[in-house]
Antibody, heavy 121, light 107 residues
Framework: QVRLVESGGGVVQPGGSLRLSCAAS????????IYWVRQAPGKGLEWVTF????????YYGDSVKGRFTISRDNSKNTVYLQMNSLRAEDTAVYYC??????????????WGQGTLVTVSS | AIQLTQSPSSLSASVRDRVTITCRAS?????LAWYQQKPGKAPKLLIY???TLQSGVPSRFSGSGSGTDFTLTISSLQPEDFATYYC??????????FGQGTRLEIK
């Protein structure tokens, strides 16, 4: 059974840092790209970042570019999101999710339960 | 960047109603997914590639469309279907864009 479990959320002051983790199980972790998607309270879904299965390529949304860094350790089946220079607008539930390819079509069928990050003084 | 606009933003319906939600893209593309999200839960994939039902999703859900206009239809609403629905597209893989969401409430 596929499982993605986020951790590391909490309350942090503006300008501070936080590192989120996404621990995976139930599938061949090193074969799948992983997303971080966030959702501000009462708002919609926003793509944050993506990392290829082997970690060789990383992509970032404009709102986090230069402040957030995604990485992965395939030996630990874990993806990390290092968040620096946090702002109030980064307050959100952060989900990790995996990509599966159905032929030539990418889909995102598996999501974690999310971890809440609150940026507040 | 491609933008996805869902309509309506919210709607009220009754059990056994037929409901349609629309997702319009600012430019044409292929492949669209639909998700269902309930409060405090992660999104759940319902439909991908515009019309393919994800494994385990009830057949009352269906998707259609191409180019810039896509629809999600629930043929006969069940109590567990009241939730928020999002469309999603790969702007330029792996970058993804979501619609703003449609909240489906009980009338």
């Amino acid at each position: 059974q596929v499982r993605l479990v986020e951790s590391g959320g909490g309350v942090v002051q503006p300008g501070g840092s936080l590192r989120l983790s996404c621990a995976a199980s139930g599938f061949t972790f090193s074969s799948h790209g992983i997303y971080w998607v966030r959702q501000a309270p009462g708002k919609g879904l926003e793509w944050v970042t993506f990392i290829w299965s082997d970690g060789s390529n990383k992509y970032y949304g404009d709102s986090v570019k230069g402040r957030f860094t995604i990485s992965r350790d395939n030996s630990k089946n874990t993806v990390y999101l290092q968040m620096n220079s946090l702002r109030a607008e980064d307050t959100a539930v952060y989900y990790c999710a995996r990509v599966v390819w159905i032929g030539a079509v990418p889909i995102v069928p598996d999501w974690g339960q999310g971890t809440l990050v609150t940026v507040s003084s | 960047a491609i933008q996805l606009t869902q309509s309506p933003s919210s709607l009220s319906a009754s059990v056994r109603d037929r409901v349609t939600i629309t997702c319009r893209a600012s430019q044409g593309f292929s492949g669209l997914a639909w998700y269902q999200q309930k409060p405090g839960k992660a999104p759940k994939l319902l439909i991908y590639d515009a019309s393919t039902l994800q494994s385990g999703v009830p057949s009352r859900f269906s998707g259609s469309g191409s180019g810039t206009d896509f629809t999600l239809t629930i043929s006969s609403l069940q109590p567990e279907d009241f939730a928020t629905y999002y469309c999603q597209q790969f702007t330029s893989y792996p970058q993804i864009t979501f619609g703003q969401g449609t909240r489906l409430e009980i009338k």
